[in-house]
């Protein structure tokens, strides 16, 4: 049982590119999210998918997008990469938003 | 004023030392998390809860609904229960609102 598998670890990108940052769970898990953490600041929620098809925008969404095309996958894109978006991003699952969470080993994204 | 706030920021304590570390809220909430993040970034999600208390092994969650707080326990401290400790609270929707962490210490 793999539980929440996030690729890449890590990645350099240039300001402007794109890239798709992949979570994956096979929990049957119905909640996903994504979350950011920097320095000094406590998680901050991108977006978050309470099923299949079903996705919505959390606290800071803008320059990400997301789909949920099946239950087990749940991909982040950065649609114009900025030095703003360096972060370690979290993927995490639940089976509900009201049980526990399992997350992701997490993505260090570096924005030059 | 942050809508939940965690004390203290940072906690060093020695080997074998009762902790605790606290977590108020402002909102209304359905449900309560602690989360430990090691060194290594990992995150463990280790009690829900919504009322009352949990135990797991040396950890002790508690939750006081009228009063909008919680408190983390570590009974006989270990050096590898140094980590980051965080509350997070869910309010109405899907959200978790997150509190910014404790930094714990546990020298031998």
């Known amino acids: 049982n793999a539980g929440v598998t996030q690729t890449p670890k890590f990645q350099v990108l240039k300001t402007g590119q794109s890239m798709t940052l992949q979570c994956a769970q096979d929990?049957?898990?119905?909640?996903m999210s994504w979350y950011r953490q920097d320095p000094g600041m406590g998680l901050r929620l991108i977006h978050y998918?309470?099923?299949?098809?079903?996705?919505d925008q959390g606290e800071v969404p803008n320059g990400y997008n997301v789909s949920r095309s099946t239950t087990e996958d749940f991909p982040l894109r950065l649609l114009s990469a900025a030095p703003s978006q360096t972060s370690v991003y979290f993927c995490?699952?639940?089976?509900?938003?009201?049980?526990?969470?399992?997350f992701g080993s997490g993505t260090r994204l570096t924005v030059v | 004023k942050n809508e939940v706030e965690q004390s203290p920021q940072n906690l060093t304590a020695q080997e074998g030392e009762f902790i605790t570390i606290n977590c108020s809220y402002s909102?209304?909430?359905?449900?309560l998390h602690w989360l430990q993040q090691h060194p290594g970034g990992g995150i463990v999600s280790l009690f829900m809860?919504?009322?009352?208390?949990k135990k797991h092994g040396r950890l002790i969650a508690t939750i006081n609904i009228q009063e909008k707080h919680s408190s983390l326990h570590i009974t006989a401290s270990h050096p590898r229960d140094s980590a980051v400790y965080i509350c997070?609270?869910?309010?109405?929707?899907?959200?978790?609102?997150w509190g910014a962490g404790t930094k714990l210490i546990i020298k031998p």
């Open positions: 995490a699952s639940s089976w509900q938003v009201n049980y526990g969470y399992t």
């Open positions: 929990m049957n898990h119905e909640y």
């Open positions: 998918s309470v099923g299949a098809g079903i996705t």
């Open positions: 909102v209304g909430i359905s449900a």
């Open positions: 809860l919504s009322s009352g208390k």
């Open positions: 997070a609270v869910k309010g109405s929707n899907y959200q978790l609102i």
